[in-house]
T-cell receptor, first 114, second 115 residues
Framework: ETGVTQTPRHLVMGMTNKKSLKCEQHLGHNAMYWYKQSAKKPLELMFV???????ENNSVPSRFSPECPNSSHLFLHLHTLQPEDSALYLC?????????????FGPGTRLTVT | GENVEQHPSTLSVQEGDSAVIKCTYSDSASNYFPWYKQELGKRPQLIID?????GEKKDQRIAVTLNKTAKHFSLHITETQPEDSAVYFCAASEVRGSTLGRLYFGRGTQLTVWP
């Protein structure tokens, strides 16, 4: 349960605010992911980092800006968000980004944009 | 890219009965199929996964079957208990080369087990 942690767990922000989500993994993995989970929709992959390098950007608006300073930490910087960006943001990690490695999720940050 | 369809979207069973959730995928090159359980307000948790070199895998009351020819895989839960109530997600890997790939998820199945 503590392999992948995320902070904050809940965040309410106005459309003009700037905030950051943080993820940390203690599993020694080399790949980290940001997913968006909205009601009635499949999990949407946003970004993939492998060995601190971004390997995938899934057509995500520029108001979401990821950062991976090292293989254990991942951030998602948020600015000028829209109400439709309200969702659960999940971080995950895996041994590699082959698509065949088990992914382990953090508890998520519940984001509400007002 | 890969397309994963999951059915049913909701499933209600009586405690002790079996539950089956089915998924289909489109990319015949996909070779890894995990299942996740997400309880209300909690993170998705990997409960079982299967790779394309086997047709079935079992872990206590949970089993997954894979039919590569038909491109579908299923989750079977036997002797269901109220604590099995959750949303279950299937996923299939899209493989691009030997080192690059990603998972595509189904929309989820809300399973409710009535005591």
């Amino acid at each position: 349960e503590t392999g992948v942690t995320q902070t904050p767990r809940h965040l309410v922000m106005g459309m003009t605010n700037k905030k950051s989500l943080k993820c940390e993994q203690h599993l020694g993995h080399n790949a980290m992911y940001w997913y968006k989970q909205s009601a009635k929709k499949p999990l949407e992959l946003m970004f993939v980092y492998s060995l601190e390098e971004r390997v995938e950007n899934n057509s995500v608006p520029s108001r979401f800006s990821p950062e991976c300073p090292n293989s254990s930490h991942l951030f998602l910087h948020l600015h000028t968000l829209q109400p439709e960006d309200s969702a659960l943001y999940l971080c995950a990690s895996s041994q590699d980004h082959s698509g065949r490695a088990r992914q382990y999720f953090g508890p998520g940050t519940r984001l509400t944009v007002t | 890219g890969e397309n994963v369809e999951q059915h049913p979207s909701t499933l209600s069973v009586q405690e002790g009965d079996s539950a089956v959730i089915k998924c289909t995928y489109s990319d015949s090159a996909s070779n890894y199929f995990p299942w996740y359980k997400q309880e209300l307000g909690k993170r998705p948790q990997l409960i079982i996964d299967i790779r394309s070199n086997v047709g079935e895998k079992k872990d206590q009351r949970i089993a997954v079957t894979l039919n590569k020819t038909a491109k579908h895989f299923s989750l079977h839960i036997t002797e269901t208990q109220p604590e099995d109530s959750a949303v279950y997600f299937c996923a299939a890997s899209e493989v691009r080369g030997s080192t690059l790939g990603r998972l595509y998820f189904g929309r989820g199945t809300q399973l409710t087990v009535w005591p």
